[in-house]
């Protein structure tokens, strides 16, 4: 269990927004938890510095690819890079110094997972280059894949027989709780613990982590087997719950 540290950048800054909130079309929706003063290149230089791996670097909606670029610079070939990936900038991001790319929206069509789409970046970068974003919403007894900014319930279910299909495809997943993303009021046991039981790859869990209790949590229900990312919580985007230097901590006991 390691702690993957993210970058979400949001008209060019770094910044912790509830990601359902997200809405190009009404922008009174968004609510916001933190904006930070320094570039996102600072944060992948601490990143750097603090051995941690695997971070990710999300970039939600237009205005962030000069953002992002300094952090994949700040640190490169070791970030992942994510927002908008699609077969016609896949390539160029790698050649940016993004380690991998986490792709969501584009493999989904109307709702409709289309394997086809993944097929075809897998034949331009790699199964080894992906990460595929499979964030949920719990809806009755299922967990099923949001795409398009977490606004379209799609065909996708979490499920065991749909992770390792899907793994066949991709390197690594990354799944946020949706319902719990960005409140700090705790993870969403049952997906920690469903997805425990069914990945075959590595997975990063995200959503609802605001306290080291949570990571408990993760650790126990996960059966060590999942990694996690904590966004508004972290005392270095204005959280109180957690603090950076206890999790870079946490992450070297672990290595």
């Known amino acids: 269990m390691r702690f993957r540290p993210c970058i979400d950048l949001h008209d060019g800054k770094v910044k912790q927004i509830v990601g359902a909130t997200l809405d190009d079309r009404h922008d009174d929706a968004l609510v916001t938890n933190f904006e930070a003063v320094r570039p996102a290149s600072y944060c992948a230089g601490m990143y750097r510095r603090d051995g941690l791996e695997g971070g990710h670097v999300i970039m939600l909606g237009p205005g962030n690819d000069a953002a992002a670029e300094s952090a994949l610079a700040a640190d490169p070939g070791r970030l992942q890079v994510g927002g908008g990936i699609r077969p016609d900038n896949a390539r160029l991001w ?5 380690a991998k790319l986490i792709v969501t929206s584009y493999v989904f069509v109307r709702g409709r997972f289309r394997e086809e789409r993944l097929r075809e970046l897998v ?6 280059r992906l990460v595929l974003d499979l964030s949920c919403r719990r809806l009755d007894r299922d967990y ?9 319930v799609t065909d996708l279910v979490i499920e065991r027989d749909s992770l390792a299909r899907l793994a066949e495809f991709c390197a690594e997943f990354l799944i946020h709780a949706v319902d719990v993303e960005g409140r700090q009021a705790g993870i969403d046991r049952p997906l920690v613990a469903r997805l425990a039981a069914g990945t075959p790859i590595p997975t990063t869990y995200a959503g609802g982590i605001g306290t ?3 990571l408990d949590d993760i650790e126990e229900l996960g ?3 999942l990694d996690f990312t904590v966004g ?3 005392d270095i985007f204005g959280g109180t719950g957690l603090k950076y230097h206890d999790l870079v901590e946490f992450d070297r006991a672990r290595r």
């Open 123 to 128: 034949g331009l970068v790699g199964r080894t």
């Open 144 to 152: 099923v894949v949001v795409a398009d900014r977490w606004r379209t």
């Open 212 to 214: 080291l209790e949570d």
């Open 223 to 225: 059966h060590g087997k």
């Open 94 to 98: 790698l050649d940016r110094g993004a």
């Open 232 to 234: 508004s919580a972290l």
